[in-house]
C-alpha cells in the first residue's frame, strides 16, 4: 500500500496556513474591539451605566418595600411631623380646641334643655 491510498491524518500545508490566517484575523478584531471598549470615553460610559443600573435597581427595591408598608410610613411620617411640628401644630390646635370645647358644651346643653322639656 502506498500513501496515496491512506492518507495522512496531519493537515496540509495550505490548511496550516489558512487556519492561521483565520486565528490572526480573529484576534486582530478581538484587539480591535478591546481598544475600542477600554478607551477612557466609553470606559466612563460603562462605569456611569452600571452605577445608574445600580441605583435604578435599588430604588425600585426601595420604592416596592415603601409602598408594601405604605401604611406603617404613613403612620410614622405622621408621628414624627408632630414631633418635629408640635410647636406650631400646639399654637394651631389650641384655640381650634377651645372653640371646639365650647361647640361642644352649646351642643350638649341644648341637648339636654331638649329632654328636659
Known amino acids: ?3 496515496l491510498q491512506h492518507p495522512s ?10 487556519r492561521r490566517t483565520a486565528a490572526h484575523t480573529q484576534w486582530q478584531k478581538a484587539l480591535a474591539r478591546a481598544k ?8 466612563r460610559d460603562e462605569a456611569i451605566n ?14 416596592s418595600l415603601a409602598w408594601a408598608h405604605r401604611g406603617k410610613l ?4 405622621l408621628l414624627g411631623g408632630l414631633v ?5 401644630v400646639a399654637e394651631v390646635a389650641g384655640p381650634l380646641a377651645v372653640k371646639a370645647r365650647a361647640s ?3 351642643a350638649t346643653s341644648a341637648i ?3 329632654l328636659k322639656s
Do not use: Q, W
Open 84 to 88: 418635629v411640628f408640635r410647636k406650631p
Open 50 to 63: 452600571n452605577a445608574a443600573e445600580a441605583v435604578g435597581g435599588a430604588a425600585d427595591k426601595v420604592g
Open 104 to 106: 361642644i358644651d352649646t
Open 112 to 114: 339636654k334643655d331638649r
Open 9 to 18: 491524518d496531519e493537515p496540509s500545508l495550505a490548511e496550516v496556513t489558512v
Open 74 to 77: 404613613a403612620i410614622a411620617g
Open 1 to 3: 500500500m502506498s500513501d
Open 36 to 43: 475600542e471598549r477600554f478607551t477612557p470615553a466609553n470606559v
